[in-house]
């Protein structure tokens, strides 16, 4: 959702900084026009998702069919 120029100017510094931590562009409407503001060099997806050693990726389909039987203690 777009800011304006008046919340531009009230919070330049904060929004920079999360264009900046986050990658994601800031839309400025000012004029019935969108500008936008973009960091000159993208963070890569190790960056803005750091490793995660318990992920399971796979489908989660694929976990209903396991056979737990030897796992389950009553």
């Known amino acids: ?37 973009v960091p000159a060099e993208r963070k890569s997806l190790e960056e803005l998702f750091p490793p995660r050693p318990d992920l399971i990726i796979g489908d989660p389909e694929d976990l209903v069919h396991i056979d737990w039987s030897k796992e389950w203690k009553p």
């Open 1 to 37: 959702m777009p800011v304006n120029a008046t919340q531009l100017r009230a919070n330049i510094y904060r929004l920079l900084d999360q264009v900046l931590e986050t990658g994601i562009p800031l839309e400025i409407e000012r004029k019935g026009q969108v500008l936008r503001i």
